[in-house]
């Protein structure tokens, strides 16, 4: 007998959605494009295939409808689904890995011109206002009570504002980056050397540390003995 497929974080992201209803394929890939691409980006492609994976493994079932003439294949979680959801929610996770080509695009900067770097500044700009224009307008449909999945919304405005703070952080980097870089000559290897922002780490971690230690529990008094 052929053993299934293993399970991977894809195969629960789209368990996750199933948990809240239940899609077609189609749908979930939507749906994963809509959010979650946000924080787990997957091809298409690779999508398609989880749900058969989920299947397999007995985590959910599957349904032939048609609509019309057409026919498709809407995917349920089951009890057993539930529960092996419930499971890999107990494990932390991994931490997130960043993807940044106009990044690291500025990393070689020195190998190309200082419009170039500019370029990619600006559009690392455009790229942050895009991403927090979403998010404006799904805000007002959610203060106006029409957001999708609004009873969901005390769980994914947690999710919400990290994301948003990133974007605004791209965003208020790049303008900053863009002050720097302006002031590099044509050839950016001939670039006067810096410590600014080894300094500004260092002022970050004495930072840091100050506030650690302003929120951190003050040790219990001792209890004075009997003499």
């Known amino acids: ?28 890939a939507v749906q994963m494009e809509r959010t979650l691409n946000r924080v787990w ?20 079932t599957a349904t032939k409808e048609s609509v019309g ?28 890995s960043l993807e940044f080509e106009q990044h690291l695009k500025l990393f070689f900067a020195d190998f190309g011109t200082r419009e ?36 969901r919304s005390a769980v994914t405005s ?14 208020r980097w790049a303008a900053w980056a863009t002050e720097v870089v302006q002031e590099w000559p044509d050839d950016p290897s001939r670039a006067d050397p810096t410590l600014a ?4 780490i260092l002022q970050l971690a004495q930072q840091r540390a100050s506030r650690l230690a302003e929120t951190s529990d003050p040790p219990p008094a001792t209890a004075k003995r009997d003499r």
């Not at 053993?3 to 996750?16: K, N, V």
């Not at 455009?126 to 029409?146: H, K, M, N, P, T």
């Not at 947690?158 to 965003?171: K, P, S, T």
């Not at 922002?197 to 500004?200: E, M, R």
Request: proline fraction near 5%; charged fraction near 25%.
């Open 158 to 171: 947690v999710g919400a504002r990290f994301l948003v703070d990133f974007y605004d952080l791209v965003d």
């Open 1 to 28: 007998m052929e053993r299934a497929p293993a399970l991977t974080t894809t195969s629960f992201a789209i368990l996750g959605l199933l948990a809240i209803q239940p899609w077609t394929t189609y749908e979930l």
């Open 197 to 200: 922002i080894d300094h500004y």
């Open 116 to 151: 170039d770097a500019l370029a990619g500044l600006a559009a690392s700009r455009a790229w942050a206002e895009q991403q927090l224009d979403v998010f404006i307008e799904s805000a007002r449909a959610y203060l106006a009570g029409e957001g999708e999945f609004h009873q």
């Open 41 to 60: 980006p997957r091809a298409r492609s690779r999508l398609y295939e989880e749900p058969k994976k989920l299947v397999a493994h007995g985590l959910a």
């Open 69 to 96: 003439r057409r026919p498709r294949t809407v995917y349920t979680i089951t009890d057993q689904g539930r529960a092996a959801l419930a499971e890999w929610l107990q494990s932390p996770g991994e931490g997130p």
